[in-house]
């Protein structure tokens, strides 16, 4: 596609649910990555795929936190059992070379009630 | 272990006038590269300026300039003749091969 394309672009959920994030990266990109932004913060780095491996996992920030990539295409951020300290916007950014830096999507507000 | 470090949460600067914005970074690699994010209130992420460290030339978009010194690690970036749309957060970004660590961010205003 064009663009960077994540779905969906707002999610509310109950605590205790599980939840879904879904990126679409623009074609050809090999590297996806995902970060999580609390308000009024920064990026914090959660994982990086490399085609559908991936190999910097370091930023998942609990067990409850999964990821996956099928091929260079779609990944899926999973939550499972959501806590109110998940509420945050999920970026998710793709690129073709480390030199182009990333392309990102609109990102995914959750907010946990 | 790659950070990256801002250290000023927020900026203001009068509209016409020039603002600079302080990034530092730390990182073992030879090879990499440095970028400006945007982020707007509409919360888009938009590449303002990149940097290749193998360069010693500093990169210059229009407006939108940094001063690049690799031995120390700095990396900031001069907005000249602000305008009320260069408001937003600003986020200096790390690349190497797999790795990418973002800043905390700088917040600017611009003052009309």
């Known amino acids: 596609g064009a663009g960077v394309s994540q779905s969906p672009s707002n999610k509310v959920t109950e605590k205790g649910k599980d939840v879904e994030l879904r990126c679409d990266p623009i074609s050809g990109h090999t590297a996806l990555y995902w970060y999580r932004q609390r308000l009024g913060q920064g990026l914090e780095f959660l994982i990086y795929f490399q085609g559908n491996s991936a190999p910097d996992k370091s930023g998942l920030p609990s067990d409850r936190f999964s990821a996956e990539r099928t091929g260079e295409s779609v990944s899926t951020l999973t939550i499972q059992r959501t806590q109110q300290e998940d509420s945050a916007v999920y970026l998710c950014?793709?690129?073709?070379?480390?030199?182009?830096?990333?392309?990102f999507g609109s990102g995914t507000r959750l907010t946990v009630v | 272990a790659q950070t990256v470090t801002q250290s000023q949460p927020e900026m203001s600067v009068q509209e016409a006038e020039t603002v600079t914005l302080s990034c530092t970074y730390d990182t073992s690699e030879s090879d990499y590269y440095l970028f400006w994010y945007k982020q707007p209130p509409s919360r888009q992420m938009i590449l303002v300026i990149r940097?290749?460290?193998?360069?010693?030339q500093n990169a210059t978009e229009n407006r939108f300039s940094v001063n690049f010194q690799k031995a120390a690690k700095s990396f900031s970036l001069k907005i000249s003749d602000s305008q009320l749309g260069d408001a937003a957060m600003y986020f200096c970004?790390?690349?190497?091969?797999?790795?990418?660590?973002f800043g905390a961010g700088t917040r600017l205003t611009v003052k009309p």
């Open positions: 970004a790390y690349r190497s091969e797999g790795l990418g660590r």
């Open positions: 950014a793709s690129s073709s070379q480390v030199s182009y830096g990333y392309t």
């Open positions: 940097q290749e460290a193998y360069k010693q």
